[in-house]
């Protein structure tokens, strides 16, 4: 064979062992690719449940409570007992802390995943006798029968949530806002600093208030009274 020839079928070689390279690293990129795409896919649908909302009317996404909130929580509540009922009570820790302090405690939360994983959780820490989590909307749910109330709200939230608590909660009723203190209550005292500062409020006086407020309200409106024309 011709030099010529010999130099040929070698150009033809490579070029086919180059085309081989080339289709190698296009299936393994198409295979990373769909690896990363599926692990994505399957982390967006673990954690999607639980950054959600966590109540309907006002967006809360799930910020787990730190070990400090915790203890703060329940430092301010050391000489309570009772009902104790966390509104928004997300992966269920205050819950189930509260429960091995004592509480009956319950925890009303809208994501499902996250109630779901608070039974689990509970259940694993022994406390699931004397805990209890609901999927509800807490406008949708009554208050009345708790004896102590903890809430991580919004700012937004917390003027509202003044009003139904005051009504609802009866005087003997302790309330304990984390990371946000209520707008216009004041508080009885605080424990923790920055982000891990509790604020505890006394419902007699928060409720007092609340009916001091609607009868200055009622004597500062006129009454009038439609008298019908006479007809003779």
């Known amino acids: 064979m011709s030099q010529e020839g010999h130099f040929l079928d070698s150009a033809a070689g490579q070029m086919k062992s180059d085309v081989k390279e080339k289709k190698s690293r296009s299936r393994v990129g198409v295979i990373a690719t769909g690896l990363l ?100 909307d807490l406008w949708k749910v009554s208050f009345a029968q708790y004896s102590n109330v903890v809430i991580f709200g919004v700012p937004q939230m917390m003027d509202q949530l003044e009003l139904k608590l005051a009504s609802e909660l009866p005087g ?27 604020w505890v409020y006394d419902a007699k006086t928060f409720k007092t208030h609340l009916q001091h407020g609607m009868s200055r309200r009622t004597m500062a409106t006129p009454e009038h009274e439609d008298k019908p024309d006479s007809h003779t």
């Open 37 to 136: 795409g599926g692990a994505l896919v399957a982390l967006y649908a673990v954690a999607a449940p639980f950054v959600a909302p966590a109540l309907r009317k006002y967006c809360l996404p799930f910020v787990p409570a730190t070990t400090a909130q915790v203890e703060n929580v329940l430092r301010v509540l050391r000489a309570r007992s009772g009902t104790l009922v966390d509104i928004g009570s997300g992966d269920g820790r205050i819950v189930i802390a509260a429960a091995k302090h004592g509480f009956q405690a319950s925890g009303f939360e809208l994501n499902p995943w996250l109630v779901w994983y608070s039974r689990y959780m509970a259940m694993r820490e022994g406390v699931h006798h004397s805990t209890s989590f609901h999927i509800s």
């Open 172 to 198: 003997t009723a302790k309330v304990v806002a984390c990371r946000f203190p209520f707008p216009t209550w004041v508080p009885e005292h605080s424990a923790g600093e920055g982000i891990d500062t509790v």
